[in-house]
């Protein structure tokens, strides 16, 4: 049974920093990519990047490039969200998602990823 399981998530105020940590657990991943979606109060969850796992490369959606890098460490099956300069928009449920596609387009869409982690708060004050 796969599993993802975030961490790293917290209240921080507004032009600060936090990482958020993905443990993928019950199957390695070689092709397709993990992404980080994001879902804030009373509004639908929402893409904000992926990596390929065997390249490493990158995708981001536009409210979010150069303040936040995502990466992966292929041997610890483990993806890492790196947010710096938040702002109290940032505030939401982040949730870490992995897609076996070998498609671009499915990797920033929701319907594109096959499991799914439970999410982890992150609140940005102002």
């Known amino acids: 049974q796969v599993q993802l399981v975030e961490s790293g998530g917290g209240l921080v105020q507004a032009g600060g920093s936090l990482s958020l940590s993905c443990a993928a657990s019950?199957?390695?991943?070689?092709?397709?990519?993990a992404a980080w979606f994001r879902q804030a109060p009373e509004k639908e969850r929402e893409f904000v990047a992926s990596?390929?796992?065997?390249?490493?490369?990158?995708y981001y959606a536009d409210s979010v490039k150069g303040r936040f890098t995502i990466s992966r460490d292929n041997p610890k099956n483990t993806v890492y969200l790196q947010m710096n300069s938040l702002k109290p928009e940032d505030t939401a449920v982040y949730y870490c998602a992995a897609s076996t596609s070998p498609f671009r387009s499915n990797w920033r869409r929701d319907g594109g990823m096959n499991y799914w982690g439970k999410g982890t708060l992150v609140t940005v004050s102002s």
């Open positions: 990596v390929t796992w065997n390249s490493g490369a990158s």
């Open positions: 019950g199957r390695t991943f070689s092709t397709g990519a």
